[in-house]
């Protein structure tokens, strides 16, 4: 049996198109395919893909015989997306999204919430530093986790559809509080990318001529921070605003940390230093039992 009849995806970027290809590789998972999206050229590299039975600019359009909606939309963009086509879902279809951050979008978004639609929000910790149709591949969630926040009056037969779904392109699923989930995203997430950020930045207002020798010179260390630095802008300065009290939160932690570091680098404390960074290798460690890394 298909999970959904039909699912409607909602901006075929990297999160959507790889939902897209996973469904095409696994045919009968859902019975038809419709996509939308504002950009025409979007939706054009979508027909050029074959990742859509329908594709089309008509979000209401889109929507109305959808059994499953899911918005894969900068998460500034979820709840006036979703103010827009919620009149014109059927009656006990799902709404669910892949939003990085929880509190404020479910706060954003619950006004607009009809009682004969479930919303189910989900957020699939996988992604690249690239974006776009062409971005995406079916096994993009593989073995990744996907996190569930629905709200305690959320239908049980609404979240374990979602569960199912995000099984079968083959996510792990777990469960948990919006504030503790934005609190989880904020540092093994939000954080990372605001150094990698951060540090390209300070490369870049160097000296003229060291800073060409920054980049002549490149570490691998370096290189792995650009690469998260690559990220969508738009998409990035979403999830700092939307998060921002959680992320602050944990920045702040991290700069008590690394002042720690630096005033242990200053007195030669060497005990510090080691303990620090074979904190970092057992963490290492950990991600890849965890097959996470």
């Known amino acids: 049996m298909p999970l959904f009849g039909t699912l409607c995806v909602i901006g075929p970027g990297l999160i959507g198109s790889s939902v897209l290809r996973r469904l095409r590789a696994h045919p009968g998972l859902v019975d038809r395919l419709v996509v939308a999206d504002r950009d025409p050229a979007v939706l054009e590299r979508i027909r050029d893909l074959d990742l859509g039975d329908i594709v089309t600019e008509d979000m209401q359009k889109a929507v109305e015989d959808a059994d499953c909606v899911m918005l894969c939309v900068p998460v500034g963009a979820i709840a006036p997306v979703a103010a827009a086509i919620l009149p014109h879902m059927k009656p006990g279809a799902i709404l669910t999204d892949v939003g990085s951050t929880r509190r404020s979008v479910v706060e954003a978004l619950t006004p607009h919430l009809r009682d004969d639609i479930a919303y189910v929000p989900a957020h699939p910790m996988a992604g690249t530093e690239h974006s776009g149709p062409d971005a995406g591949f079916a096994t993009l969630f593989e073995d990744r986790w996907c996190l569930l926040t629905p709200s305690g009056d959320a239908p049980q037969a609404a979240i374990d559809r979602i569960a199912d779904f995000w099984r079968a392109m083959g996510a792990r699923i777990r469960i948990m509080d ?38 002549d010179f490149a570490a691998s260390g370096f290189r792995d921070f650009t690469r998260i630095a690559a990220s969508d802008p738009t998409m990035w300065r979403d999830i700092f605003l939307n998060n921002s009290d959680a992320l602050l939160s944990v920045l702040d932690r991290f700069s008590q940390d690394a002042a720690a570091m630096a005033e242990a680098i200053r007195k030669g404390d060497e005990k510090t230093i080691v303990e620090t960074i074979s904190r970092g290798r057992r963490i290492r460690r950990s991600l890849i039992e965890n097959r996470q890394a």
Do not use: K, N
């Open 178 to 215: 919006p504030d503790h989930h934005d609190t989880i995203c904020a540092m093994v997430s939000h954080l990372p990318h605001l150094i990698a950020f951060t540090i390209c930045g300070t490369a870049d207002t160097l000296a003229e001529d060291m800073r060409a020798e920054v980049l």
